[in-house]
């Protein structure tokens, strides 16, 4: 793994904590949905860091 995809990972790592540390406090529905979608792009991004799509080339 590289060290940028590693750097990356880390990053994206600390944002999930840091929304689900956030999802615990007492927010509004409004908050609470832009954070929701927030962690679940950022889960996203980690999938796709961890296990990127294979394109064969010709």
Do not use: C, G, W
Not at 15 to 33: G, P
């Amino acid at each position: 793994m590289t060290d940028e995809r590693l750097a990356r990972l880390r990053a994206h790592d600390k944002n999930i904590s840091r929304y689900r540390r956030l999802l615990k406090t007492n927010l509004s529905d409004l908050e609470r949905q832009f954070l929701e979608q927030r962690l679940s792009e950022e889960k996203s991004a980690v999938e796709s860091l961890t296990h990127p799509a294979f394109y064969p080339t010709d």
